[in-house]
Structure formats: C-alpha cells, structure tokens
Antibody, heavy 119, light 106 residues
Framework: EVQLVESGGGLVQPGGSLRLSCAASGFTFSNYAMSWVRQAPGKGLEWVSTISGSGDWTNYADSVKGRFTISRDNSKNTLYLQMDSLRAGDTAVHYC????????????WGLGTLVTVSS | EIVLTQSPATLSLSPGERATLSCRASQSVTNYLAWYQQKPGQAPRLLIYDASNRATGIPAKFSGSGSGTDFTLTISSLEPEDFAVYYCQQRSTWPLTFGQGTRLEI
C-alpha cells in the first residue's frame, strides 16, 4: 500500500523559512515524479512544484519560483520542500502527491501538513 | 497556462440520481486529464486518470470520458458518500493546473 506522510509544517513569521518532508513507502520511490500541491483555507488546489524520479528535473509555479526548492533523497525515500521568504499568501495545507509530470502517472496523496505564515 | 473550467460550480442532486460533471480546457491536453474527489477535512483521492482509466479501488459507478479540450466525469446512482468536491487536473503542459472544483451536494 502506498503511503505518503508529510511533516514539518507549523507557524512561521513572514520572511521566515520552513522545510517540509514527505516520507514515502509502498512503491519504488525513484521511479516516480513527485509533487507538492497546496490548498489555502476554503480554496481550491494549487500546484506548487514537481521533481522527476531521478531528481534531475524540477518545475515550479510562478508564485513560488525563486523562493521554494524541491528536492528528494531516493536512498531515504523522502521528498522535501524548502520554503524561504514566506508570505501570508503561502498559508495553506501542503500535500505531497503523485499528480504526474515527467512521464509519471497520477496516484496517491498524503494527508497534508499545515503551513501558517503570520506575525 | 492551460486553464481548466469546471461546470457547474455546484450540482444539487439526490441519492440514486446520476451526476455529470464537466471540465473544459483552454487548449488541448490530449488525454492527460485526471479527476479527484475531496471530502471535507480529507486529502484529495484520485478517481480517474488519462481521461477514462479508473484508479485502483475506484468503483465502476465512476467513469470518465473525453479528449482534447472537453471531458466528463459521470457518477451513476449517487450514494451519500459521493457528495463531495470534485477537481479535474491536467498533466499535459507545464504548469500543471487544476480546475476550480465542482461541489456535489445533496
């Protein structure tokens, strides 16, 4: 059974940083592109970033480009999202998910971790 | 950016009825279109991928159709647990995009 478990969310001040992690199990992690998707309170789903299975290729939404960095450690089956220069508008539940890209099909989602940016 | 427009925004139906949800893309996504279900307080769940393929464990009452720019999710004979928000998503072109969602309510 595929499991994706996010951690690292919390309350941070504007301009601060946070690092999210997603521990994956139940599938061959390195074979799949992985993504971060976020959902602001009461709003719809917004794609944030995707990384290829090898980690060689990445892509970002314009809203986070230059501030967020996606990475992965295939030896640890873990996906990361380094979030810098955080803004109030980044407040959202952040999901680790398989939503396609780089030839990978869509699949499973984690339960999400809440990031709140507020002073 | 490919914009996905879902209609209607809200669909009010009764248990036992058939639901038809639409997703229209601003340009062709070939068949790289997925549908997700999200219930309150839960993560989205993949229902359909590549326009018409049911994900593992998804019952046959959920079906998807379409290609190019027009897609449909059909739920036959609604049950109480089917009332939720449904999103479409394309993986044809960067940036990956989602529709704004259709709320299916009793």
């Amino acid at each position: 059974e595929v499991q994706l478990v996010e951690s690292g969310g919390g309350l941070v001040q504007p301009g601060g940083s946070l690092r999210l992690s997603c521990a994956a199990s139940g599938f061959t992690f390195s074979n799949y592109a992985m993504s971060w998707v976020r959902q602001a309170p009461g709003k719809g789903l917004e794609w944030v970033s995707t990384i290829s299975g090898s980690g060689d290729w990445t892509n970002y939404a314009d809203s986070v480009k230059g501030r967020f960095t996606i990475s992965r450690d295939n030896s640890k089956n873990t996906l990361y999202l380094q979030m810098d220069s955080l803004r109030a508008g980044d407040t959202a539940v952040h999901y680790c998910a398989q939503i396609g890209g780089y030839g990978s099909p869509p699949g499973s989602w984690g339960l999400g971790t809440l990031v709140t940016v507020s002073s | 950016e490919i914009v996905l427009t879902q209609s209607p925004a809200t669909l009010s139906l009764s248990p036992g009825e058939r639901a038809t949800l639409s997703c229209r893309a601003s340009q062709s996504v070939t068949n790289y279109l997925a549908w997700y279900q999200q219930k309150p307080g839960q993560a989205p769940r993949l229902l359909i991928y590549d326009a018409s393929n049911r994900a593992t464990g998804i019952p046959a009452k959920f079906s998807g159709s379409g290609s190019g720019t027009d897609f449909t999710l059909t739920i036959s004979s609604l049950e109480p647990e089917d009332f939720a928000v449904y999103y479409c998503q394309q993986r044809s072109t960067w940036p990956l995009t989602f529709g704004q969602g259709t709320r299916l309510e009793i």
